[in-house]
């Protein structure tokens, strides 16, 4: 029971602590912000990522699923669930789908990088603004299986499939920079601290690191209190539903609780 109010009063307490573009009066904080909010209004709406994600919400096909993380405070603890639901309940919102999208826009997206596919929605997003490669791993090889059929007409994505805290450490190893990472795995403080920790080395003054569902729990926020206060990160942006670190050189650390 406890678990699934965390979200409601977190909700409240970023609701009674979230700023406008008023708040911002750093110009690098003020220009990134204002960006965003143009991208989510002008940004002319892909009819393609629309109609993959209607095609996963009627999928009714029940798939076998291995919990390597928290799990889902919306799905019973059932390994049996339908596409359908997942894409629903453990997907994001095709709002904060597009703000990665944007985020990923602002760094050169050579190099870019998603913890947990689920059902390859934010993937495509993230394809569609990535200007190299986007390397996405999910451990779950029914979900693998799903995502590889979303995103199968986009050739510069790469699936790797497996338990993540064994598959990404070997790869790092041939990886010289990271451009854009996305950490949407396991949710819990000590798999996402270490994930945040194995890319740091990796990390340059114009790459951005997203952590989705920093709200969601109290281990969760834990995690994201502990990792903007690293001494690499320079500025953070609190969306709510997720939250984007900066080490971008020269500006004043801050940290800011935003509207979206």
């Known amino acids: 029971m ?16 979230k700023e406008d573009r008023h708040s911002l009066q750093a ?15 002008q940004q002319p709406i ?15 096909d029940v798939i076998s699923i291995e919990d390597f993380g928290a799990g889902s405070i919306h799905l019973k603890k059932n390994k049996l669930r339908k596409v359908a639901d997942i894409t629903r309940h453990s997907s994001s919102s095709s709002k904060y789908s597009r703000l990665y999208q944007y985020f990923c826009s602002l760094t ?19 394809s569609k603004v990535t200007q190299g490669r986007l390397f996405t791993f999910e451990g779950a090889p029914s979900l693998a299986k799903v995502a590889q059929n979303t995103f199968s007409s986009f050739e510069n994505i790469k699936l790797i499939e497996g338990k993540i805290q064994e598959s990404f ?8 920079l990271l451009d854009f990472v996305l950490i949407d795995a396991h949710h819990t403080y000590e798999a996402t601290l270490h994930f945040f920790e194995l890319i740091k080395t990796n990390l340059h003054h114009d ?7 920093i709200n969601w729990s109290p281990e969760m926020q834990k995690a994201w209190e502990q990792i903007k206060t690293q001494e690499e990160v ?9 939250g984007i670190l900066f080490f971008k050189k020269g500006i004043n650390k801050k940290h800011y609780i935003l509207n979206y």
């Not at 965390?6 to 009674?16: A, D, Q, T, V």
């Not at 110009?27 to 209004?41: C, D, H």
């Not at 050169?108 to 993230?126: K, S």
């Not at 320079?234 to 997720?242: G, L, V």
């Open 2 to 17: 406890l678990k699934r109010l965390y979200p409601f009063f977190s909700y409240l307490r970023y609701f009674l602590l």
């Open 27 to 41: 110009p690098f904080a003020f220009e990134v912000y204002e960006g965003l909010k143009s991208f989510s209004k």
């Open 46 to 60: 892909d009819d393609e990522l629309i109609q993959l994600k209607k095609r996963l919400l009627s999928n009714n």
């Open 108 to 126: 050169p997206a050579n190099t870019v990088l998603e913890l947990g596919t689920c059902v390859g929605i934010n993937t495509c997003y993230l």
């Open 169 to 176: 450490p070997p790869f790092l190893e041939d990886i010289t």
């Open 207 to 213: 790459s951005i690191v997203a952590i989705g569902d």
């Open 234 to 242: 320079t500025m953070s942006m609190d969306f709510y539903e997720c």
